[in-house]
């Protein structure tokens, strides 16, 4: 059994890899419930809940204090990035300043440490065009939350190469996946639809706000292959130091998806198209060599990723 550290445990990501990791291992769990839900959780013995912000450092420095950890996944972070341009000094507090005290504290009291893996986001790349993304692409991050997120990057990447804290970063490009929140409309895209599709179901009315033509790409990735690739880079002593992306290597226009549910679910999708989102990126993938160069086989297209979750909501609304 070893011990796992995973910030925002209760959030989308983070409950996805507490609970697949408590199967064998114990985890500590740190959420403050902003985003994340206590039922996003098992109930397992194995899984030590904590709720707090890791803003509070006093909370983190007892934390790691107290217990020893063999991995640390840095997963807790305010995700939207309308919220860190509406309320840039707060979300830099969260998305910076915690990850800098949390490297700090593991410098000083996690000497048993073999990896602490950041989670960073493909919005570092802003709205550089070339195709696919590759993790020396230019860097042109353009709101507060893609320029915190990569000053992070650099910090967590520092503090392995000057003070030997072994590190790692990965970029998620767009996860989907069960747990993921939909209550905002900055919440990811599919989960977005997927509420429409569930009203309709319900023979409620719904239809699904288009920005743009739909002709706009994305890199979209089951969170199944991104516990998949954490896990890998958190294993593989070739990764210290390092930064990955993280997708499955193709583009998915918005017209495709809907197409590929409206497959799965036999229902179709009204749809009101509206003017492109301001800033709206058109066309984003990753190249994922370097990750693949370490063993990561994305096991999902979008569609069989789509079907997955799909049969997930289904036997949830059962
Ligand atoms: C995602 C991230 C964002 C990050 C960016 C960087 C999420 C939720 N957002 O944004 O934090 O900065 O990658 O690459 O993961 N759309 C609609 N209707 C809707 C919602 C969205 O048409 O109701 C469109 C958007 O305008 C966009 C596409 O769907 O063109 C995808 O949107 P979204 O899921 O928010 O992801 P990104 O824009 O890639």
Redesign the pocket.
Known sequence: MANYLVTGGAGFIGSNLTNFLAKENHVVAVDDLSMGKMENLDSSANIEFIKGSITDVSLMRNLLKEKEFDYIFHLAAI???ADSVENPIRTHQVNFDAVFHLLELTKKHQKMLKRFVFSS??????DEKTLPKQEESVIRPL?P??IDKFAAEKFVLMYNNLYEVPTSVVR?????GPKQNSSS?????????MECFDKLKGNLDAE?????D?Q?S?DFVFVEDVIQALLLVAGNSATLGDVYNLGIGQATT?LELIRIIENHLGIKLPIIY?E??FG???E?FADISKLQAIGYKPKNTVSEGMKKYIEYLQKEYE
């Open positions: 995700a939207s990035v986001s493909a919005a570092v790349y802003g709101t939350y893609a998620f490009f767009n996860v989907y409309p900055y919440s990811g895209v599919i989960s977005i639809m699904f706000t288009l920005f743009g739909g706009q994305r918005l509206k492109a989102r709206d990126i058109k984003s």
